[in-house]
């Protein structure tokens, strides 16, 4: 990486930005909040490279629409976006950390995530968008403690 990489908060003015990150690896956006509250971006240069987004649920919170473009994979982007985002759910009080994934149930590990099944989710994240219908049944579903 020649440029420095730099994790902001993202704005309601990345909406349209953000969205076109996430259907270019046909991840969910219906549910995105368009102000983009608790959404981050990794950007080099002026270029948007991931984002990262959680969506609270009282102490529980859902990891949520992590990517990083193609290119700039493999070189730590995707780990200072997790813990980025983690730092971020400890000062909302999260003590839980959920994720649902088809394709980084290794990455995630590493991250200190944990494999559960979808009846140990907290009732409010298990009634989320996510969990109903917007991701396929077959996708592992994760937690970590804060």
Known sequence: ???ELFIEPAAAEDFSSVC????????????LRK??????LAIIGETTVGAIGLDPYGS????????VLPGYRHMGIAA?????LETHAKQQAIKELFLITNTAEGFFTKMGFNKISKDQLPVTVASSAEFNGLCPASSSIMKKAM
């Open 1 to 3: 990486m020649d440029e």
């Open 20 to 31: 076109a990150l996430l259907e270019s690896e046909q991840l969910p956006i219906s549910d």
């Open 35 to 40: 102000d983009m509250k608790h959404f981050f």
């Open 60 to 67: 529980a919170g859902l990891l949520r629409s992590m990517i």
């Open 80 to 84: 200072y976006l997790v813990e980025t």
